[in-house]
């Protein structure tokens, strides 16, 4: 019996069509996993579990976990680039996402190895200042910054979100700041209270608590929404400074080729779950807030958008890893 070119090649696209159907509809059969590029017990990590619950209950499934930091984010990156493509692993991306492959080679590709699934919030950065240094908002700041070049700024790692967020600001209002290199955030908090280095991006948590003690001065919040805990605080966008704000943004990924119906599936779930009061009041406590309702495809066009926004600032700034 012969079978021409022609009906073989139907024959094989009507039984991938049927596999990837009947793996669509079958899902999820088994535990699912988020991998989370970052230590347990970080802002990352609390964050991804702030869902776990709720999605679990929705799909009928087990949720779990897997921190696979190291390399600047990519380890746990490429783990789920390389995972088969059945919607089962999950990648939570934050701005590393986009920053990291223009930073260093890695061995995968925003555009090429992943879909995006779903949008999940932002944790604000709080534009700070110590007192003794004088403005009390975005403008004045940038306005002092222009007649006195070279003020020390807060840097917790090169390509980390407050790095790239004083870098933006500098290139995109044309001032120029001096960065102090810390490893991590912590560090920097005495210099800072002292005045050594008067300005910075700080991730909420960690400056919150000398906001409202007076030791340090919010004068604006990178974050598309107000912050409840200051909510006299006004976001860059409203002080005119849309261009230069950078969301430190949260959303979820696949690998590519995950078939269509089963990230339509997670992106309903997810977005059910970010609906929950409980889980905007967990995101709230870390500092975020909840941004959702976003379509995959919406989710993905960010992730591609973002990394062309970060190579442009990135190469102008001439940022090197560390």
């Excluded at 933006?168 to 810390?182: A, G, P, R």
């Excluded at 995959?296 to 700034?317: C, G, H, L, N, Y």
Aim: glycine share 8%; net charge positive; with cysteine.
């Amino acid at each position: 019996m012969k079978c021409t070119g022609f009906v073989a090649a139907c024959v094989t696209a009507v039984l991938a069509v049927a596999s990837s159907a009947a793996g669509a509809q079958g899902f999820p059969n088994r535990t699912l996993k988020i991998v989370v590029p970052y230590p347990a017990g970080g802002i990352v990590d609390l964050m991804a579990r702030s869902v776990t619950e709720g999605l679990s209950a929705r799909l009928g499934q087990a949720i779990i976990v897997e921190n696979k930091p190291g390399a600047s984010s990519s380890i746990g990156t490429e783990t789920v680039a390389n995972a088969e493509p059945d919607g089962h692993t999950i990648l939570l991306t934050t701005l590393a996402f986009a920053v990291t492959p223009n930073l260093m080679k890695v061995p995968w590709s925003v555009v090429d190895d992943f879909e995006g699934v779903a949008h999940m919030g932002v944790v604000a950065n709080i534009v700070a200042v110590t007192p003794s240094l004088g403005p009390k908002d975005l403008q004045s700041f940038v306005a002092l910054a222009k007649s006195k070049p070279g003020i020390n700024y807060m840097n917790p790692g090169n390509g980390s979100s407050p790095h790239v967020s004083a870098e933006l600001l500098q290139q995109v209002n044309d001032i120029k700041l001096t960065s102090v290199n810390y490893k991590g955030v912590p560090p920097s908090i005495p210099d800072f209270l002292n005045g050594t280095v008067p300005f910075g991006f700080f991730p909420f948590a960690t400056i919150a608590s000398h906001i409202l003690t007076g030791k340090a001065r919010a004068i604006a919040i990178a974050s598309p929404v107000r912050h409840k805990q200051f909510p006299d605080v006004p976001t860059m966008t409203e002080q005119g400074f849309k261009s230069s704000q950078v969301n430190s943004w949260y959303a979820f990924a696949v690998p590519k080729k995950t078939p269509r119906d089963v990230i339509d599936r997670l992106n309903k779930e997810f977005n059910a779950v970010l609906a929950d009061p409980a889980v905007e009041a967990k995101v709230e406590k870390l500092g975020g807030s909840i941004v959702a309702g976003w379509t995959p495809e919406q989710t993905t066009k960010m992730f591609a958008d973002e990394s062309v926004r970060w190579a442009q600032v990135i190469k102008k700034a001439g940022i090197q890893a560390q």
